[in-house]
């Protein structure tokens, strides 16, 4: 065998491990909801009481996921993921045994502050693991790893649930991130962990997150997830109540919509690797994504011609995301890769966190068709930002 092939072996394990450690990832962010009811009719806990668990598992993610990027930074972090999902699915797998909020709100703040590594440390992994020649196709595994973990979800934990109960569903997800977390240090040498040569430059320290091309990058993470928390938690009713149609068909719509997605970060893998603009392809599949959403909004097309406007909105967001980590990862300087990544990938959170209240407003007001406007508005918002972003940083 050549060398060329067992590196690329080699790339293919390291890819494989990592994504399978991000599919756990989102699996357990999504794994409570879904048991809310079982839960509630359990332990007699209301719903806010279990809303409040989840806020708090997000909380502690974003709390510690840029202190841990500078961890990850400093030791490495090959240790620091498997430490992360260890603790994470030990937390899920202890919320199975709880029997009271506090018990539940305890095992939900530690699997959030384990969960808070798989970002820093994936994007510092995958540097370091793939040749940059391939890289955004790995970039496209790992995120298409984390889409199939919100998709089985809430199937696994329901499925396990109905055969036996809530606590054994959330034990078992427990136990499935713990064997990974027991097989990772066996496959230690697919998996390298940062570059000596950037080692030597040193980690990063805190000023770095001041720096226009970061500040701006977490803008673009903000405003990007603020315009899909219109689509993923309003559409279905802005749908119904813009063209009249049932919620199945809504619901579908935005099923669809997630599998184009998909099939968009697959193809935007190859996109972003033989892209010599990686901001070009940011800024021509936000504005065709916007233009997409605004035909939407307007309620002036065939609702066929709405649904295929919908799908392609879909497929142009999903091309946009092995590009948008291959930019940021050229722009980060040596040895920062984890510092910088758990602090962009934060203004997930935020954006999240914070546009839903601007949608349910919207909607208050007898808007629905403000969903997608403001969706598309975001959209555009983050064109202006890839173009301020893409200065490269300073080395420190």
Same mark, same amino acid.
Request: aromatic share 12%.
């Given at each position: 065998?050549?060398?060329?092939?067992?590196?690329?072996?080699?790339?293919?394990?390291?890819?494989?491990?990592?994504?399978?450690?991000?599919?756990?990832?989102?699996?357990?962010?999504?794994?409570?909801?879904?048991?809310f009811?079982?839960?509630?009719?359990?332990?007699?806990?209301?719903?806010?009481?279990?809303?409040s668990?989840?806020?708090? +598992?997000?909380?502690?993610t974003?709390?510690?996921?840029?202190?841990?990027?500078?961890?990850v930074?400093?030791?490495?972090?090959?240790?620091?993921?498997?430490?992360?999902?260890?603790?994470?699915?030990?937390?899920?797998?202890?919320?199975?045994?709880?029997?009271s909020?506090?018990?539940?709100m305890?095992?939900?703040?530690?699997?959030?502050?384990?969960?808070?590594?798989?970002?820093?440390?994936?994007?510092?992994?995958?540097?370091?693991?793939?040749?940059?020649?391939?890289l955004?196709r790995?970039?496209?595994?790992?995120?298409?790893?984390g889409?199939?973990?919100?998709?089985?979800?809430?199937?696994?934990? &329901?499925? &396990?649930?109905? !055969?036996?109960?809530?606590?054994?569903?959330?034990?078992?997800?427990?136990?499935?991130?713990?064997?990974?977390?027991?097989?990772?240090?066996?496959?230690s040498?697919?998996?390298r962990?940062? $570059?000596?040569?950037?080692?030597?430059?040193?980690?990063?320290?805190?000023?770095? !997150?001041?720096?226009?091309?970061?500040?701006?990058?977490?803008?673009?993470?903000?405003?990007?997830?603020?315009?899909?928390?219109?689509?993923?938690?309003?559409?279905?009713?802005?749908?119904?109540?813009i063209y009249?149609?049932?919620?199945?068909?809504?619901?579908?719509?935005?099923?669809?919509?997630?599998? !184009?997605?998909?099939?968009?970060?697959?193809?935007?893998?190859?996109?972003?690797?033989?892209?010599?603009?990686?901001?070009?392809?940011?800024?021509?599949c +936000?504005?065709?994504?916007?233009?997409?959403?605004?035909?939407?909004?307007?309620?002036? !097309?065939?609702?066929?011609?709405?649904a295929?406007a919908?799908?392609?909105?879909?497929?142009?967001?999903?091309?946009?995301?092995?590009? %948008?980590?291959?930019?940021?990862k050229r722009?980060?300087?040596?040895?920062?890769?984890g510092?910088?990544?758990?602090f962009?990938?934060?203004?997930?959170?935020?954006g999240?966190?914070?546009?839903?209240v601007? +949608?349910?407003?919207?909607?208050?007001?007898?808007?629905?068709?403000?969903?997608?406007?403001?969706?598309?508005?975001?959209?555009v918002?983050?064109?202006?930002?890839v173009?301020?972003? %893409? $200065?490269?940083?300073?080395?420190?």
């Amino acid at each position: 065998m050549t060398a060329t092939a067992t590196a690329l072996r080699r790339e293919v394990r390291a890819v494989g491990l990592i994504s399978a450690a991000h599919f756990l990832s989102h699996f357990y962010q999504l794994a409570l909801p879904p048991l809310f009811l079982a839960i509630h009719d359990d332990l007699g806990l209301s719903f806010v009481a279990l809303g409040s668990t989840v806020a708090a +598992y997000n909380i502690a993610t974003a709390v510690l996921q840029t202190p841990i990027g500078f961890l990850v930074d400093r030791i490495g972090a090959r240790g620091v993921l498997i430490t992360g999902l260890a603790v994470n699915a030990a937390a899920i797998a202890a919320v199975g045994f709880a029997g009271s909020f506090w018990a539940i709100m305890a095992a939900m703040i530690v699997a959030g502050a384990g969960n808070a590594v798989f970002h820093p440390a994936d994007f510092a992994l995958l540097s370091s693991s793939v040749d940059d020649r391939r890289l955004g196709r790995a970039f496209s595994v790992h995120s298409l790893a984390g889409s199939l973990g919100f998709a089985a979800a809430p199937v696994f934990v &329901l499925f &396990l649930a109905s !055969l036996w109960d809530w606590r054994t569903a959330l034990v078992a997800a427990g136990v499935a991130g713990l064997a990974l977390a027991a097989v990772l240090p066996a496959f230690s040498s697919a998996m390298r962990d940062d $570059r000596p040569r950037e080692r030597k430059r040193g980690a990063a320290d805190w000023t770095l !997150l001041f720096d226009r091309t970061i500040l701006s990058f977490f803008g673009f993470y903000v405003l990007s997830a603020a315009a899909g928390a219109g689509i993923s938690g309003f559409s279905v009713v802005a749908f119904t109540a813009i063209y009249g149609v049932t919620s199945e068909l809504a619901g579908g719509l935005l099923t669809a919509f997630y599998l !184009l997605t998909g099939l968009g970060v697959a193809a935007g893998g190859i996109v972003a690797d033989r892209s010599l603009r990686p901001d070009a392809v940011l800024g021509i599949c +936000y504005a065709a994504a916007a233009a997409a959403l605004i035909a939407v909004a307007t309620g002036a !097309l065939a609702f066929w011609l709405v649904a295929a406007a919908f799908g392609l909105a879909g497929v142009f967001r999903g091309i946009v995301n092995p590009s %948008r980590d291959v930019l940021l990862k050229r722009l980060t300087p040596a040895g920062s890769i984890g510092a910088v990544f758990g602090f962009v990938t934060t203004g997930f959170s935020v954006g999240l966190g914070t546009a839903p209240v601007l +949608y349910g407003w919207m909607m208050d007001l007898g808007r629905p068709d403000a969903v997608f406007w403001i969706a598309a508005g975001f959209t555009v918002l983050t064109i202006g930002i890839v173009f301020v972003a %893409r $200065r490269p940083v300073p080395a420190g």
